[in-house]
C-alpha cells in the first residue's frame, strides 16, 4: 500500500504564497504520474496539476502561470508552489498516486487564504 505524506498548507494572505509537499513511501519515479487535487467545502474534488513519470506536467486553467508541479527524486517527493495566491484557492489540498491506474491519497493538507 503507498503511503502519501502531505504538508506545506497553512494561512496565507491574497498574494502570498505556500509550497507543499508530498512524500511517497515508494520509489517516485516508479509512479505512471502524481497529481495535487484540492476541495473547497462543499464542492466536488478538482484537479490542480500532474506530473508525469517522464515529467510531463499540466494544470488547471485557474492555476495556469501561478502554480507549478515539480519533484526530487532523491527524496520521493512531490511538491506545488503556490504563488499570487487569491481567496478561492483556499481547500483542502490531496496528493494523489498513479501507478499503472491504482490510485492512492494523501491525507490532505488545509490551505487558506485571507483576503
Known amino acids: 500500500q503507498v503511503q502519501l505524506v502531505e504538508s506545506g498548507g497553512g494561512l496565507v494572505q491574497a498574494g502570498g504564497s505556500l509550497r507543499l509537499s508530498c512524500v511517497t513511501s515508494n520509489r517516485i519515479t516508479s509512479f505512471t504520474s502524481m497529481a495535487w487535487y484540492r476541495q473547497a467545502a462543499g464542492e466536488q474534488r478538482d484537479l490542480v496539476a500532474f506530473?508525469?513519470?517522464?515529467?510531463?506536467?499540466n494544470y488547471a486553467d485557474s492555476v495556469k502561470g501561478r502554480f507549478t508541479i515539480s519533484r526530487d527524486n532523491a527524496k520521493n517527493t512531490v511538491y506545488l508552489q503556490m504563488n499570487s495566491l487569491k481567496p478561492e484557492d483556499t481547500a483542502v489540498y490531496y496528493c494523489?498516486?498513479?501507478?499503472?491506474?491504482?490510485?492512492?491519497w494523501g491525507q490532505g493538507t488545509q490551505v487558506t487564504v485571507s483576503s
Open positions: 506530473i508525469t513519470g517522464l515529467g510531463g506536467t
Open positions: 494523489r498516486s498513479n501507478y499503472k491506474a491504482t490510485y492512492n
